[in-house]
């Protein structure tokens, strides 16, 4: 018997080591993925972090290519632009350095490096890295063959803007977006008959004196929103299938239907934007497949689909910055929609905003991850979107009007809008916490979209005299 009750206590011994083992275990594991998921969510932050740092040397560069001087940098933003400033300088316990390295007198490396330390103390850094040359994107965007992405930045007097000229898209035409590269102005339209031109390039080599180059079909009741890239425009269209219509465009004096993609039967697309090879298209709210869709235009003759995201709404605009796409949306829940577009084959949601109230998102423009700027109804909001699963609002204004495209070019966001005594307005946000009016002007009617390019705004206006070109007073 006492030899019994000794084996049952080693073996209740045994039972509870066991047991304390597998605890500790579990706690282990516990803290281990609450570890990793930490960590990942850091690293996504430094890394936006690092892109803000590349972003606002561009910025730097766009203004004066001399302040690139070799060395260690910290960065600042002081009235209403970024300087050089120390050696680092920090955020949420990130700590960065911007290093310039010269190639030669036209091409410079930068690196943007994030350093922290874990909760075990241990050192991590991240760092991305970008070439940079004297002359801007612009010029290396053509070269690569993609859209412009505006030149040089705002000058001259904005708060007295001047109208270069105006351009008439013939009778019974309303333009709906318009899109500039090189010296070519793209404009889409909508009319009552299916049988009048629906995209339209002009020449700007003269921006006060522009002349029509090509008028065409691609018969659609319209094109209510364009994306120029790689010598094609690619047009989101409605009432008519197929969905996207591609125009070949290597000759813009003669403009031709090169392909046409459908995503889902009876329904209107809304938004475009191509993306290296990647064209992103919108469509309305459908039951069907979803409303966002990634579709492969290596080869614009042929386009093929990759992947499609419910949104369960309207997709009303796209901007796409650093692999992640903000979408701008009907639901009242998630009126900015921002999702991971890295592998667009594999489309996943990285974040939304939900806005108190109902109004409709029209139109999205991300300057970076911590200046994004949303239109929702009448109101203007900046967001900083620097973490994607915690959006916040740092500003808004109410326009007064629908606010159908945003473009913000330094510390100036042009709006078009609905406002009937405003419709198009300048909003300073070098204050993003409280954007202000700058200046505007009245057109006849509706603003339907805006684009800029080297201190020159070019608005399309629901109107046959659909093109509005306006600068700054000298």
Do not use: C
């Amino acid at each position: 018997m006492i030899g019994n009750k000794g084996q049952t206590l080693v073996e209740a011994l045994v039972a509870i080591g066991v047991f304390l083992v597998s605890i500790n275990a579990i706690i282990f594991l516990l803290f281990a993925a609450q570890s990793i998921f930490v960590d990942t969510e850091r690293n996504q932050t430094a890394l936006n972090y690092a892109s803000d740092g590349i972003e606002a040397v561009e910025s730097i560069r766009n203004r004066s290519w001399d302040e690139l001087t070799d060395g260690e940098h910290g960065l600042s933003f002081n009235n209403n632009q970024w300087i050089f400033s120390g050696t680092s300088d920090s955020k949420n316990n990130l700590a960065r350095k911007i290093i310039i390295t010269t190639q030669n007198g036209d091409i410079k490396d930068i690196k943007s490096v994030i350093s922290w330390q874990t909760n075990s103390l241990n050192p991590r850094t991240l760092q991305t890295e970008k070439i940079l040359t004297r002359w801007g994107d612009a010029i290396a965007s053509k070269i690569a063959g993609g859209g412009d992405d505006g030149g040089s930045g705002p000058t001259g007097d904005w708060l007295n803007p001047r109208t270069l000229t105006s351009i008439d898209v013939g009778a019974g035409n309303e333009a709906t977006d318009v899109d500039v590269y090189d010296n070519t102005v793209y404009i889409s339209t909508q009319a009552s008959s299916r049988s009048k031109p629906d995209i339209h390039a002009f020449d700007i080599s003269n921006p006060a004196s522009p002349s029509l180059l090509d008028s065409y079909d691609v018969d659609a009741y319209a094109l209510v929103s364009i994306d120029y890239n790689d010598n094609y425009v690619y047009g989101a269209s409605t009432g008519v299938i197929p969905d996207l219509k591609v125009v070949d465009a290597h000759d813009p004096a003669n403009l031709s239907l090169a392909s046409e993609f459908n995503v889902i039967t009876f329904v209107n697309a809304k938004s475009v934007l191509k993306i290296g090879t990647t064209v992103y298209l919108g469509v309305q709210k459908t039951a069907v497949a979803g409303e966002f869709f990634a579709i492969d235009a290596t080869n614009p003759l042929a386009p093929l689909q990759r992947d499609s995201f419910e949104i369960n709404g309207n997709v009303n605009k796209i901007s796409v910055k650093n692999n992640l796409a903000y979408v701008a949306t009907s639901r009242d829940d998630r009126e900015l929609f921002i999702l991971n577009v890295a592998d667009p084959a594999n489309i996943s949601q990285a974040g939304y905003l939900n806005i108190s109230g109902s109004a409709d998102a029209n139109s999205v423009f991300v300057q970076s991850v911590s200046s994004v700027f949303l239109g929702a109804g009448n109101v203007f909001y900046a967001l900083d979107a620097t973490d994607p699963l915690n959006v916040s609002v740092i500003g808004s204004l109410d326009v007064g009007g629908t606010i159908n495209d945003i473009y913000v070019a330094g510390s100036l966001a042009f709006l078009a809008t609905s406002n009937s005594n405003k419709e198009f307005q300048i909003i300073s946000v070098s204050n993003p916490a409280s954007p202000t009016l700058y200046s505007f002007f009245n057109f006849p009617q509706v603003a339907t979209g805006v684009d800029y390019k080297d201190n020159i705004i070019y608005v399309s206006v629901r109107s046959n005299d659909g093109l509005r070109i306006i600068t700054s007073a000298p």
